[in-house]
């Protein structure tokens, strides 16, 4: 299925796919990461950094949301630590993070739209609808803010409300 995308997102997730493996430069983890798969360098640092975190974060969001692949999503940028604000988080760290987001995704029905997204000061926000087309309860306006290290993504906090189609306001939420 499709995603619908609003067009800053689509714009940039083109960019994003176009540049990804050039502009973020490979470097060695020194034993983040064992697979050999991420991308992100934790220590890194300088006048670019924040262009490097433009980069990573939409280059992660792209592989989750578009590309649909949590796991590599993860491998790329979240290599170690993962610091869990989520309230609904039973537990920390990384693996336990993936596992949930993995059965979330193993939905094929699972969708995200609306997409804007942000970096700044070394965060990353993204506000999204995440849905199930037709379901009365899988309906949620998301807010997920994440914290850098380098172009790592090491820590997030995450806000969502329920979309239940009768708000007040005309323009609720997007
Ligand atoms: C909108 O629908 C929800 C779910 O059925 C209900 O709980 C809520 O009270 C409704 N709100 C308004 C403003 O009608």
Redo the contacts with the bound molecule.
Sequence with gaps: MKLLLSRPFYVFAILASIRSGCAVPAVPLSGLESEGHSVCDPSASGPSLSTQQSTAFKDYIHIFFEERDVQKAFDRYIPGEYINHISTAASQGREAALTGLLALQANPDMMRDHVTLFTGDGFGLAYYRRYIPGSSTVNFAVMDKMRFEGTCIVEIWSLFQTI?????NPIAFF
């Design positions: 239940n189609g009768n708000e007040t």
